[in-house]
């Protein structure tokens, strides 16, 4: 291992090269750092010295980490934390008189049905602060919990990335949404029904697809929509049926001609999980958004009877 004469070592080439990482830009990273695009190209020239290695390779698109940039960018973003904790000396957190803007990221679903209780808490407990909802696709686009633009993903997580952590907020059973008067569920009836699905990033679940597989049986889904608002409205137009959680189809169906019945088929419950980047695990404001989401999930549980 080649090793390194740390004070030597300018510091500030690993604010450069953590920077440029997160940016994919040289020109961004100039901007956010607030020197000129030379300097940043100067250090990362330098960087690499030091790294023996690109660091980022130019494309198209702008910048792209080689292997070995990208395993920095975590260690790098921890140390750079751990340098403002050591330097800025804060107040405690005091919910009372905050100001901060809260930032979660969720599906339009939660926005009709955990957001209403999360705003009524953080009116009580943080009356100055205010609350930010963004989409999951910006999210992902941005990056948001990595940057530290978004404090909580709320909602259905495939999967948890590395150098994040998770909880469950609530489980939610599923239920049908058909037209009022529709005859009695059955398993050949829901089989045979146009399904109208959500397709969130374009692509749809197929839980029930593999569910109604095991019996034999399959489906057509007329209309698969980004969107859970515009489910109920297809349902009713197209005489079908959709399968969602609970507490979404609830509050969504009011007002239309709809229904909740009990699926002829079995499904596990929906779990939905509050994801944040392990940096903060010990932020309080972060732990308060935490607690209050989590109360939140607990004011809108309903009854769970088809």
Not at 27 to 54: E, I, M, W, Y
Not at 61 to 79: C, I
Not at 185 to 212: K, N, Q, S, Y
Request: hydrophobic share 50%; glycine share 4%; net charge positive.
């Amino acid at each position: 291992m080649r090793e390194v004469n740390l004070a030597a070592l300018d510091l500030n080439l690993l604010l450069v090269v953590a920077t440029v990482l997160e940016e994919r830009s040289a020109t961004r990273a100039a901007a956010r750092l607030h020197v000129g695009q030379s300097a940043v190209s100067n250090a990362l020239k330098r960087a690499r010295d030091v790294f023996d290695d690109p660091l980022v390779v130019r494309e198209p698109h702008g910048l792209s980490p080689t292997p070995f940039g990208t395993s920095l960018v975590a260690p790098l973003r921890a140390w750079l934390e751990e340098a403002r904790r050591l330097v800025t000396k804060s107040p405690g957190f005091d919910p009372k008189t905050t100001t901060r803007t809260f930032a979660i990221a969720c599906a339009d679903a939660l926005t009709v049905t955990l957001v209403p209780s999360l705003l009524h808490l953080l009116a009580a407990r943080a009356p100055h602060a205010s609350l930010r909802v963004v989409t999951l696709d910006r999210m992902i686009a941005g990056d948001g919990l990595v940057r530290g633009e978004i404090d909580l993903l709320v909602g259905m997580p495939p999967v948890v990335p590395p150098g994040h952590a998770a909880e469950n907020v609530y489980r939610d059973p599923m239920c049908c949404v058909v037209r009022r008067g529709t005859p009695k569920l059955t398993l050949d009836r829901f089989a045979a029904m146009p399904h109208v699905e959500l397709a969130l990033f374009g692509d749809t679940d197929d839980v029930i697809d593999r569910a109604l597989a095991r019996r034999g049986r399959s489906r057509r889904v007329v209309a698969a929509l980004p969107h859970f608002a515009a489910i109920p409205f297809a349902v009713v137009e197209t005489h079908g049926v959709a399968t969602l959680a609970r507490r979404v189809a609830e509050t969504l169906i009011a007002h239309l001609p709809l229904a909740l019945v009990r699926p002829p088929l079995p499904l596990d419950p929906l779990a939905i999980r509050q994801v944040w980047h392990r940096r903060t695990e010990h932020d309080e404001a972060v732990l308060f958004l935490r607690r209050a989401v989590l109360e939140a999930g607990t004011l809108k549980a309903r009854p769970t009877r088809a």
